[in-house]
């Protein structure tokens, strides 16, 4: 409401600010990876940028914790599919400035960092992933 | 006696009309469609012969909405509005409701419904064809109460078996096929209770597949035939814990054992060797989301040509695997992505049999709970937004129907699950409205329609499912039957005289 009244109020020369927000909108997850799991010319292209992406918070492996996963649906873990739960293939590994303040695993989150590609496994929680956002800071989308 | 000679001659008079092509309407396309149905049912005969062959097409979750929604979405995806459009099984000439409750369950999963429709009989829930008299994980007790499968019989019949899913191939669907188990989860032995002498899902299918029972076994579920330790072709562990490594044991037998697209489209079935294509380490991936496996279809047309070189007929077992985990997921694009895919196989099975020698049948294990909002105008895309009706034409107006709270809602929405509009608050209370939505934003494929009640994982619901049938003895379904009435028809045809 505010913003709305906001953009309005802005002078005619300045109404060029809504394209610019349009380039910096968020990446999906989804868009990160080719359908073989390889990664898309979007992720090589950003590789080492700072970038938004959009996903869910997955409940997060340990309480107190930097580190978080980010999911491209709602973790919604199906007791009759995957006794054990694995993650999908396409998630993306957060590790944020602060420790992790949880969203709910269904509301939509925007996660803005540093894009690393390539395979690591946390030191600590033994965790593989293949990208991750790192000094990162997120929000509600 | 006024009124009575008056009604006596409304009646004669549209007794006539009815049996005459003068109606005002007979020109109208629908009367036209109407009259041709009754020519069709009125040429179907029974097929009375025994039958040679068997498939069960069975896509896990796929309800009567569930399949409502996926006719919908193949019809727009023809370019049509969808309504009007017809799957190749709402071809067959015969259809029941079919009644899914479990022994223990108003709402069953696909463990006893998958045991119904192998062994005849209903049984308790997360139980694979063991008697309902034995307790869920009670080992000793199911060891001593197994029934015997359809697919043990046929194939004392000289029969060939088949095992289709896109699930994993030791999940309760297809474990139904082969397995007894008193708990779907021992898909390996590592989720066996100490002291448990039944043996794993997995362990059950290496033993069917070397007794000669089963031919062919197409899935996912690398993880529960590898040692954990082991990777797979795609680098991802096993789990199981007695160091058994069932893709070895299988080559050992005599199995060709395949892990991808290439290798699969390269192997030459039907010389009578066992197949056991394993093409994931847990399920192989939704239709939407596929590559380097093959499809549904493709599955079904190989295992079709393999087995039908023997003489004496086969019997296949096909599941679409994933219209459930999608419809649990409360993503309905990926739900009808697979319905779609579990379709085209269908249409491969008709194209490839004879219906006076192949009984097809076509159902679901169970329905989800999912629901369909009104009064969306025709051609309303079923992922997207309720479309207002067009009084001054067929399509919609293209502008949303709008609730009470003023925001638009889409034709398809959940009873519960991952997409409910009650959301946890820090106090873990749940509170919330429904958002704002766009048709871009509905139509996206990682959309989750709105649920209300919260939960992680959208449920089944106890309500009926469809079943369609062609072939011999396909007329003994009709009405509202039992889930296990399906094996007893089977059954009859492939031994009647």
Known sequence: MIRRTFLLALPAGLLTLPVRAAD??????????????????????????????????????????????????????????????????????????????????????????????????DPELGFYSKVRLVDATYARA | MKKILLSGVAVLAMTVATSAQDLPQAASPWFVAGQAKIAERLAVQPITAKAKNVILFTADGNGVGSNY????????????????????????????????????????????????????????????NVLDTVNVDDC????????????????????????ISTARITHATPAAVYARS????????????????????????????????????LGGGRQHFLPAGVKDVEDKEGKRTDGRNLVDEATAAGAKVVFGADD?????????APVLGLFEASHMKYEQDR???????????????????????????????????????????????????????????????NAEDTLIIVTADHEHAIAFNGYCGRGSKITGLCMKENPNGIEHTG????????????????????????????????????????????????????????????????????????????????????????FHVMNHAVSAQ
């Open chain 1, 24 to 121: 910096d909108a968020p990446i999906k997850l989804r868009d990160l990876y080719e359908k073989d799991m390889s990664f898309s010319q979007i992720a090589l292209s950003r590789q080492g940028s700072r970038v938004g992406i959009a996903g869910f918070m997955a409940p997060p492996l340990k309480a107190e914790s930097v580190f978080f996963v980010l999911t491209k649906l709602p973790m919604a873990v199906c007791p009759f599919c995957e006794p054990g739960s694995p993650w999908p293939d396409d998630i993306l590994a957060v590790y944020a400035k602060r420790v992790v303040d949880v969203i709910p695993f269904n509301v939509p989150i925007v996660v803005t960092g540093v894009l690393e590609l390539g395979d690591h496994v």
């Open chain 2, 69 to 128: 929604a996926v006719r919908i979405y193949s019809g727009q995806l023809a370019g049509g509005l969808g309504d009007d459009y017809v799957q190749p099984q709402e071809t067959f000439p015969h259809a029941a409701l079919v009644k899914t409750y479990s022994s223990n369950g108003q709402t069953p999963d696909s463990a006893p419904t998958a045991a119904a429709m192998n062994s005849g009989v209903k049984t308790k829930n997360g139980m694979i």
């Open chain 2, 140 to 163: 000793a007790a199911g060891a001593t109460a197994g029934a015997k499968t359809f697919a043990e019989i046929v194939s004392e019949m000289g029969k060939s078996v088949g095992v």
């Open chain 2, 182 to 217: 008193v708990n779907r989860d021992f898909e390996d032995n590592s989720t066996l209770p100490e002291g448990c002498t039944q043996k794993d899902i997995a362990d059950q299918l290496l033993d069917q597949m070397k007794a000669g029972v089963v031919d062919i076994a």
């Open chain 2, 264 to 272: 699969f489209t390269a192997l030459t079935m039907g010389d009578n």
């Open chain 2, 291 to 353: 590559s380097g496996e093959p499809s549904l279809a493709e599955m079904t047309e190989a295992t079709i040509k393999a087995l039908s070189t023997n003489e004496n007929g086969f019997f296949i077992s096909i599941e679409g695997g994933r219209v459930d985990h999608a419809n649990h997921a409360g993503n309905l694009h990926r739900a009808v992505v697979d319905g779609k895919a579990f379709a085209d196989a269908i249409a491969k099975a008709m194209e490839m049999t």
């Open chain 2, 399 to 486: 502008e949303p129907e709008l609730a009470a709270d003023g925001k638009p809602y889409t034709v398809a929405g959940y009873l519960n699950g991952a997409g409910s509009v009650l959301i946890e608050q820090a106090d873990k209370t749940f509170a919330g409205s429904r958002p704002d939505l766009t048709e871009e934003q509905a139509i996206d494929p990682d959309y989750l329609q709105q649920a209300l009640i919260p939960m992680t994982s959208e449920t089944h619901s106890g309500e009926d499912v469809a079943l369609f049938a062609r072939g011999p003895w396909a007329h003994l379904f009709g009405g509202v039957v039992e889930q296990n009435y399906i």
